[in-house]
T-cell receptor
Framework: KTQVEQSPQSLVVRQGENCVLQ??????????LRWFKQDTGKGLVSLTV?????DKTSNGRYSATLDKDAKHSTLHITATLLDDTATYIC?????????????FGAGTQLIVIP | DMKVTQMPRYLIKRMGENVLLECGQD?????MYWYRQDPGLGLQLIYI???????SEGDIPKGYRVSRKKREHFSLILDSAKTNQTSVYFC?????????????????FGHGTKLSVL
């Protein structure tokens, strides 16, 4: 059974617009949550990691939130660029290091159009 | 420049043939992983390696084996490939952060190997 659900499956936005990607999970324990960006035909690149019960991070135009009570995370991308076109993957770790099991979502495919 | 390198990038094999996927990292990371990625699914862990000759099964090890004789090199082997092993295979390595903080831990992925078994 899928333990990490991402929505929407795909999203099209115009360059310059903001967007929000959602991640809901049922993984227990939920030690930390990561967001990755995967360009087509490439490997995953880490964007951010969230650890606290209610956490917020910011990395340039990317910001993320985590609410462990709700088992929910969001990734916000502001002022999107064409290069933001990619698949964004939510990953929940059940232990305090990558040596623990990582649970991957299927990803949200973001397409940014001119 | 820290990176994980996978070879080959693309591979076509016939059912029953043996397959060797290679992965290298230049960061002296102890822990390395093999995942497969299928459409509509999240990455699934095949094997994890904690160091040379210290390997453990992941979630879907059946039909696969691994070899790690040097810290910087981790191989995935398919003996007698099957059509349902057609997938994109990713290798990754990880470095624990200072003080063991998960916030400082970094995961590095290779570009993937697209394997087609006909």
């Amino acid at each position: 059974k899928t333990q990490v659900e991402q929505s929407p499956q795909s999203l099209v936005v115009r360059q310059g617009e903001n967007c929000v990607l959602q991640c809901n999970y049922s993984v227990t324990p939920d030690n930390h949550l990561r967001w990755f960006k995967q360009d087509t035909g490439k490997g995953l690149v880490s964007l951010t990691v969230l650890v606290d019960q209610k956490d917020k991070t910011s990395n340039g135009r990317y910001s993320a939130t985590l609410d462990k009570d709700a088992k929910h995370s969001t990734l916000h991308i502001t002022a999107t660029l064409l290069d933001d076109t990619a698949t964004y993957i939510c990953v929940v770790g059940d232990r305090g290091s990558a040596l623990g099991r990582l649970h991957f979502g299927a990803g949200t495919q973001l397409i940014v159009i001119p | 420049d820290m990176k994980v390198t996978q070879m080959p990038r693309y591979l076509i094999k016939r059912m029953g043939e043996n397959v060797l996927l290679e992965c290298g990292q230049d960061m002296s990371h102890e822990t390395m992983y093999w995942y497969r990625q299928d459409p509509g699914l999240g990455l699934q862990l095949i094997y994890i390696s904690y160091d040379v000759d210290s390997n453990s099964e992941g979630d879907i090890p059946k039909g696969y084996r691994v070899s790690r004789k040097k810290r910087e090199h981790f191989s995935l082997i398919l003996d007698s490939a099957k059509t349902n092993q057609t997938s994109v295979y990713f290798c990754a390595s990880s470095l624990l952060g200072t003080g063991g903080s998960i916030s400082n831990e970094r995961l590095f992925f290779g570009h993937g190997t697209k394997l087609s078994v006909l």
